[in-house]
């Protein structure tokens, strides 16, 4: 038998003869599919239900977002990145806000570093629960999508007080934030941390110990720790593996370094392992925010920025740990009030390539299984 | 025994009968005439559903339910499932008929003109198969059959059935063997 | 002839199994699809069953309501028609796989 | 007028179903009746179950057409009949338009044979349960052909893994129902039955249900056939077939307006009979619960009223639920229709009470009460559990269902018939 990583799921050459016949059978997955988590295509080589090698077709979100930013002042592109990963906006903005600070080499005040790590890391739970919900729906439960829904909505409703949006928020600006926090944002913020601890362990009753989700999940997609890094793989997909990389530990930005938390690793790297990381990430979250919550010093939340802006010549690479990996911005400052060249570093994007990898010798069903452990965001993947 | 089981006496038999024997006999044409292989696998469910009718009416209700559950839910099914993974719409396109009409014809005359010299033959003046009506049967045709089958002191057809199964194992190993790409 | 044709009688099933039988055996002869001939060998399979019930039924109205001897056979006819489907069945795909056709007169690989 | 009483009385007496007593006017009756309360129960099935799977999900389901979104299910069925008739270019217009209507007579022949009550069936067969084993596996082959003649990929897949698994699981539950079977001849006389009221009447007679005969072979048994039928109605968790996620709709992708509904129709309609062959095999059919343990005049007398109770109470939470409506002018139509079907649910409930009723319905009730038990069960199955995959639910059905199975029926022919082969036993030893 040859080698199934030398077939090209593309080569469309040997006819598609019948599903008897079929040791090539080309389907088509998408871009119109429940599964696919948007526009996402994929071109599945399949014997009977066995995949033997698969490609992706992307590009049907594509707006040209890194082109945009080149025709906009840095103020300007802004709101453009919550456009990107729209489910995860606020980490978004805060890892284009940072970069550009880092152009600009100046630094948020205190207090806005502490409201930027509450927002992020609440977005990373909204992100996560979002995740847990379709992939749930994927594989065929249909309850933890409403249950995750219900508390996503404290999330956003806490989005929308402090910003006015609950999707694509645009909550930072370069240099600190726009707004105040809102009167009682604390007490929303631990309100809502201690309505949401059982609501996590609601999640794992339904699903942790559930045999056919065992029996769904476990040793499906499995990619080793080596080959994620040689893939480029990082965030959860990377944790799950058994490599402890997280940049909010490995170089750490805003002022991650003041909290005390765990990364959560798994071992074996399938679509079980990256299910636990997340749901054990969420909790992690969850202490930051306790911690930094109770910390939120008195201050300015702006810092000296011009109107302005015209960063000196130079280039500037500036990345965080979104819900979904790292994220980073690439930015090449001709010294004028517009970039010269953005260019975003999407964990999704990056992520999807492991996809081929991680189905081979797979069912079809574990591809959906597996699109969702990915937990891609065609926005970000096609910008 | 249950005395409320007891059948009813037959209603409209020539009626029944003749109707059954049409949508049999249209359903064999079409099996043997249909392009799609498909339409003729649904013709033949339908003589064969229209036969189980026909066992009832011959008080055999236990072959009718073994007719409709393996005849036409298991292996017409499998006929269906064979035929939907060879590709129809290229044998659709070729000629359907191979060259033995001639045989076919003569085949079909002889056994023709057999069969019904058979049943109009008389011997001392009566037919081969007198036209003897079965009277009514209040029996369990269920436990009928499996006291032949297999009674206390091992039935009639006991080894007969034991060789059933033998083959049905045989049939399965078979199957297997054959359609398998890798065992 | 009236009462002939309207008392159903046993003749009357061996009749309509013996037209059944004669399609099916032009269909085996004359069919070229493989899938076909099968059905029409389960064609015959079912005529002769239609006449063993039918002649058990006779067997009854002589030996009593027990003789059900023909129904039994037509039990185990219809476990050879499924063990025949299963195999049939089976070779038809092995060949196909091989050869790419489900014709009958293309069935010539032992021959040189 | 006289006559027609005497003959409606002449009904009412007989110990016999309609089918089995020759009387071809009660037949009818019957069957339109059956046919009736079937459609009736998939639009309440319907309802019910996007109302409680909203309730298990925290939210609200159907809450616009009607009181509580009761007539939501009408408006779809009106939806679905004006709905365009698409039959694709592709497909094979003959098959395409006939497989409907297999799969949709295979799911109501079925009911010819169930008992809702010792006389209350169509017909009682001698080989009852043999043919609604294989009626109902007939509705295989509407699903391959709809499949088949969509001419489309995802419907075809579909089709294959549905057809495989509905065909792989009809061993098992073969296997089930035939262990039931067997305890139906595990008595004095030692005779079986295979008719479906034949085989209430002898748990009767033998004063146990199969569920707990021979425990816990009985438990098993009925554990094997609660997941046989759910894989066999390609319901969740074995709802492959039309896995949303991954094939879209299965085999009736391509099914739009009043064609996609006679498959809706009939995947609930199996739904029913494959519960109402649980209920009469293993749970006792029409007889009330707890027959031994409550027994007598008084708790006979006790438990006919529990129908009409039940119902009281329905209409009693329709008017609570009356109270709880909004209090807007806008609400009030809304408002006195729920009150008004509170109203004819009481009305129902008390009519129950009447002796002539009470004595009638007690049956019908129990039957139709263990048959919704099961379809809470196929709700709550679905709020809960995730998918199988194609592999997974062929191994559960082959390497764990079947051999248990086997196991089960040698098992129960063993504990069955365990004085006789004591006394064989014995007689070796003695020798």
New interface residues.
């Given amino acids: 038998m040859t080698d199934p990583r030398s077939i090209s799921p593309l080569d469309l050459d040997t006819p598609d003869k019948t599903f008897l016949d079929a040791n090539e059978l080309v389907i088509n997955m998408g871009p119109q599919h429940p599964a696919t988590h948007g526009v996402l295509r994929v071109i599945l080589r399949l014997d009977g239900e066995k995949v033997l090698g698969l490609e992706c077709v992307i590009g049907y979100l594509h707006r040209g977002v890194e082109k945009i930013a080149e025709n906009r002042t840095y103020t300007m592109f802004n709101p453009y990145v919550d456009r990107m990963d729209y489910v995860a906006a606020v980490s978004n903005g805060l890892g284009y806000c940072e970069a550009v600070e880092k152009l600009l080499s100046v630094e948020a005040p205190p207090r806005a570093q502490y409201i930027r790590v509450i927002l992020t890391e609440l977005n990373r739970i909204a992100s996560h629960q979002l995740w847990l919900g379709t992939h749930a729906l994927d594989i065929g439960a249909i309850t933890p999508l409403f249950y995750t829904f219900r508390d996503r909505e404290e999330i956003l409703k806490i989005f929308e007080k402090y910003c006015g949006a609950r999707l694509t928020t645009h909550a930072f600006r370069i240099g600190g934030l726009q707004y105040e926090a809102y009167e009682g944002f604390e007490s929303d913020v631990r309100n809502f941390v201690s309505f949401v601890k059982p609501k996590i362990d609601e999640y794992e009753e339904l699903l942790t110990t559930n045999r056919i989700w065992l029996e769904r999940t476990k040793g499906v997609g499995v990619i080793s720790g080596k080959d994620c890094i040689a893939l480029g793989v990082t965030g959860p997909v990377l944790r799950a593996s058994g490599v402890k990389w997280d940049i909010r530990k490995a170089q750490p930005y805003a002022n991650y370094k003041n909290f005390d938390f765990e990364i959560p690793t798994g071992e074996n790297g399938d679509t079980y392992d990256r299910y636990i990381v997340r749901m054990m990430e969420m909790r992690q979250s969850l202490r930051i925010i306790e911690q930094a919550v109770e910390g939120i010093p008195e201050g300015p939340i702006m810092a000296k920025v011009p109107k302005v802006m015209k960063p000196p010549v130079g280039e500037v690479y500036h990345s965080i740990e979104a819900p979904k990996g790292e994220l980073g911005y690439f930015i090449v400052s001709d010294g004028s009030t517009q970039p010269y060249r953005v260019r975003v570093r999407p964990p999704s994007f990056v992520n999807l390539q492991a996809l081929d990898v991680m189905c081979r010798d797979q069912l079809v069903a574990d591809v959906i299984a597996v699109i969702g452990t990915l937990d891609i965001v065609l926005g970000e993947v096609d910008r | 025994m249950n005395p409320s089981l007891a059948p009813n006496p037959p209603v409209a038999t020539p009626f029944f009968f003749y109707g059954l024997a049409a949508i049999m006999i249209i359903g064999g044409i079409l099996v043997i005439t249909r392009k799609n292989a498909v339409h003729s696998a649904l013709a033949l469910i339908t003589t064969l559903l229209a036969q189980a009718a026909l066992y009832l009416m011959l008080y055999a209700p236990f072959v009718a339910g073994v007719q409709i559950i393996l005849y036409a839910g298991g292996i017409m099914v499998l006929f269906l499932f064979v035929i939907m993974l060879i590709s129809i719409e290229r044998a659709e396109k070729e000629r359907q008929f191979n060259k033995q009409w001639l045989v076919g014809i003569v085949a079909a005359a002889a056994l023709g003109g057999l069969f019904i010299t058979v049943y109009t033959t008389t011997t001392k003046g009566r037919v081969l198969f007198p036209e003897g009506r079965a009277s009514y049967m209040d029996m369990q045709n269920t436990q009928g059959i499996a006291n032949l089958l297999f009674d206390q002191h091992g039935g009639t057809y006991m080894f007969a059935f034991e060789i059933a199964s033998l083959l049905l194992l045989v049939a399965i190993i078979g199957a297997v063997v054959m359609a398998k790409k890798r065992i | 002839m009236h009462s002939a044709l309207f008392e159903i009688s046993t003749l009357h099933y061996l009749v309509l199994g013996a037209a059944l039988f004669l399609l099916g055996v032009i269909g085996v002869l004359t069919r070229r699809n493989v899938v076909i001939v099968l059905m029409s060998i389960e064609l015959i399979l079912n005529a002769v069953n239609l006449n063993l019930v039918a002649f058990s039924r006779y067997w009854q109205s002589i030996h009593g309501p027990s003789a059900l001897h023909g129904q039994v056979f037509a039990i185990f006819v219809i476990t050879d028609a499924a063990a025949e489907a299963a195999v049939g069945l089976g070779i038809l795909i092995a060949f196909f796989r091989n050869k790419e056709t489900v014709n009958v007169d293309e069935v010539n690989l032992l021959k040189w | 007028m006289h006559a027609l009483v005497q003959y409606i009385e002449s009904y009412l007496s007989s110990?016999?179903t309609p089918g089995?007593a020759?009387n071809w006017f009660w037949a009818t009756v019957y069957v339109l009746l059956v046919f009736v309360g079937l459609s009736i129960a998939v639009i309440a099935m319907n309802w019910l179950e996007r109302k409680i799977?909203a309730h298990?999900?925290?939210?609200l389901g159907p809450m616009r057409v009607g009181p509580h979104g009761l007539l939501q299910p009408i408006a779809d069925a009106l939806k679905l009949l004006l709905k365009e008739d698409i039959i694709p270019d592709g497909a094979?217009k003959?098959?395409f338009w006939?497989a409907p209507f297999i799969v949709v007579l295979a799911a109501f022949t079925v009911f010819v044979v169930v008992p809702f009550g010792p006389t209350h069936a169509v017909t009682?067969?001698?080989?009852g349960i043999?043919?609604m084993?294989?009626?109902s596996?007939?509705s295989?082959?509407g699903i391959?052909?709809a499949g088949?003649?969509s001419n489309s990929?995802y419907p075809?897949i579909g089709?294959?893994r549905s057809?495989?698994q509905m065909?792989s699981y009809?061993v098992a539950m073969g296997l089930a129902v035939v262990s039931a079977i067997l305890m139906t001849s595990l008595n004095e006389s030692s005779?079986?039955?295979?008719?479906m009221i034949?085989i209430v009447?002898a748990q009767q007679e033998q004063g146990v249900w199969f569920l707990f005969k021979f425990f816990p072979l009985g438990i098993i048994a009925f554990g094997i056939f609660a997941i046989a039928m759910v894989a066999e109605t390609n319901r969740?968790?074995f709802?492959?077939p039309e896995?949303?996620?991954?094939l879209?709709a299965g085999f009736h992708t391509e099914y739009s307006g009043f064609r996609w509904s006679l498959f809706f129709l009939a995947e609930y309609s199996a739904m029913i009979a494959v519960s109402s062959i649980a209920v009469t095999l293993w749970l006792g059919g029409w007889l009330r619960p707890f027959p031994n343990l409550l027994r007598g005049t008084t708790w006979d007398l006790a438990f006919s009223f529990i129908p009409g109770i039940t119902f009281l109470l329905l209409g009693a939470m329709c008017f609570y639920n009356t109270a709880r409506m909004p209090k807007h002018p806008l609400f009030k139509i809304q408002t006195l229709g729920l009150a008004g079907f509170g109203a004819v649910l009481a009305l129902i409930g008390l009519l129950m009470f009447l002796p002539p009723v009470r004595d009638r319905v007690g049956d019908i009730f129990w039957f139709s009460a263990k048959v919704a038990g099961f379809m809470y069960l196929y709700i709550w199955y679905?709020?809960?559990?995730?998918?199988?995959?194609?592999?997974?639910l062929m191994k559960v059905g082959w390497k764990v269902l079947l051999p248990t199975g086997l196991a089960l029926l040698i098992l129960t022919a063993v504990v069955g018939m365990r004085a006789e082969l004591l006394a064989q036993v014995r007689e070796v030893f003695q020798r």
């Fill in positions: 110990d016999k089995t020759g799977l298990m999900q925290v939210r094979d003959v098959v006939i009682d067969m001698n080989i043999l043919f084993l294989g009626v596996s007939l295989v082959l391959v052909t088949w003649a990929h075809l089709a294959l057809s495989a065909v009809e005779t079986g039955t295979l008719s034949g009447q969740a968790p709802d492959l896995a949303e996620s991954e879209t679905r709020g809960t559990f995730p998918r199988y995959r194609f592999d997974q």
